[in-house]
């Protein structure tokens, strides 16, 4: 029998986290989980990890680790607690980290697992958009590998020829326009969070829902896709392809263009990063073509949708202007999703903080950190005067 490969999933009771295990319940003989983290759900991690046979179990807020403690009683499974519990869980050297926290939160982690210099597949884009090259650079000097794992930027990694980059002209990232893609501004200012996080084709968490509503997603997997590609800026383009079949393209200098296709299911991007650099076996449906019958494609009204221009704007500033777009942005979308601020008001806050902020590039991770703290100040002190 070969050896298990050992994994860990930070994140582990989310969207992403929950199609993870998912694909690793289906191969149990083939991993041995070391940890799960989850921040708040103590219910579903001590399940997760009790399903998985996970080694320890930790729960970012400490104050429930004496519940989390009850709900694995009986079993081997170790509990534990707080912020530095999911650092060293994240440095205990997996074959295999899965980095699937919701935003900036998710940074340490992910820099924790890259630190290790194994295999890190990353969904937490927002990581990446606010510490960019520091962030490649780390994963560069342990000799971590970096594996994409939203659909866009596993699709262009399936396409790009990484020997020979010259031979690339352009990135084209492919998004659905979300649920609002059709709605005029004036329809979109009395959105609900529930109307936001419909999404016509994925299932996700709630802050990348309504981030796809704003296309502050698109926005954030440009600058993702910048520091995983050596492309300029100016190489990377985004087109609305309603139907999300097509789910990114390269084109090369020959006028060649090559796509990934599949149904739009968190779990085929999840398995080539899990098997690679093979291919594994996943239950997701087959792309069934003549079905779909046509794929349409638009270009995106940045009019519409200004957190997409901001975004464009944020990647050729550089410096700081990505990780505070971010910040804003995390900050705005809390306030949508309690209620507590219009949908328009997501970019217009995110606009103004980023006017207002103007630290020094960032050189250090804790720096991208200052930054993300100062700009979720000044964001929470402009949402005030959005408050209904
Ligand atoms: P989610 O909200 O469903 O899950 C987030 C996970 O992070 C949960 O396990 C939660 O417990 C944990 N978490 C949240 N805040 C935390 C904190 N402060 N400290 C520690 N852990 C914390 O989110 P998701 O939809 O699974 O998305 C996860 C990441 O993957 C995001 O960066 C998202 O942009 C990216 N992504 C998601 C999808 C998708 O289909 N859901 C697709 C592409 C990329
Ligand atoms: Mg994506």
């Known amino acids: 029998m070969t050896e298990r ?43 997760a990890a009790r399903r998985v046979g996970a080694e320890r179990a930790v729960i970012g807020d400490e104050s429930l680790l004496p519940g989390l403690r009850a709900a694995l009683q009986g079993t081997a499974i170790r509990a534990e607690g707080g912020e530095d519990a999911i650092l060293d869980a994240a440095a205990a050297g997996a074959d295999w980290t899965m980095a699937a926290i919701v935003g900036c939160a998710g940074l340490r982690p992910t820099m924790a697992a890259l630190r290790g210099g194994r295999t890190v597949a990353l969904a937490n884009k927002e990581s990446l958009v606010s510490a960019g090259a520091l962030m490649t650079d780390a994963a560069q000097a342990s000799g971590a590998t970096l594996l994409p794992v939203d659909s866009e930027h596993n699709a262009i990694f399936q396409c790009f020829d990484a020997d020979r980059p010259a031979g690339v002209r352009r990135i084209i990232l492919t998004a659905s326009g979300g649920p609002f893609r059709t709605r005029s501004r004036d ?71 090559l796509a990934q296709l599949g149904a739009p299911d968190m779990r085929i991007p999840i398995a080539y990063a ?32 200004p957190a ?32 507590s601020i219009g949908f328009l008001d997501i970019a217009s ?20 950190l200052d930054i993300d703290r100062e700009a979720r100040a000044v964001a929470a002190g402009v949402k005030r005067r959005y408050l209904r």
């Open 5 to 47: 490969r050992t994994i860990t999933i930070l994140g582990a009771t989310g969207s992403v986290g929950g199609s993870t295990l998912d694909l690793i319940e289906r191969n149990a003989a083939d991993y041995q989980v070391l940890a799960l983290t989850a921040h708040r759900d103590v219910d579903g991690l001590a399940a």
């Open 187 to 257: 329809e979109m200012r009395s959105m609900t969070p529930a109307q936001a996080v419909a999404h016509p084709n994925w299932s996700m968490g709630a802050k990348i829902s309504v981030d796809s509503a704003t296309l502050m997603n698109k926005g954030l997997e440009l600058i993702e896709a910048y520091h995983l590609f050596p492309l300029d800026a100016e190489g990377f383009d985004v087109v609305i392809h309603p139907q999300s079949v097509i789910h990114s393209l390269v084109e090369y200098v020959d006028g060649s263009v």
């Open 274 to 305: 899990l098997a690679w650099p093979r291919r594994m076996e996943t239950p997701c449906e087959r792309l069934d073509l003549v079905r779909i019958g046509s794929l349409g494609f638009e270009a995106p009204d940045l009019e519409r949708f």
């Open 308 to 339: 997409l221009a901001l975004a464009k704007a944020a990647l050729r500033e550089g410096g700081a202007a990505p990780a505070i777009l971010n910040a804003a942005n995390e900050i705005a979308v809390a306030a949508f999703l309690e209620g």
């Open 349 to 368: 806050i995110s606009a103004e903080t980023l006017r207002c902020c103007t630290p020094q590039p960032p050189a250090s991770i804790e720096e991208v």
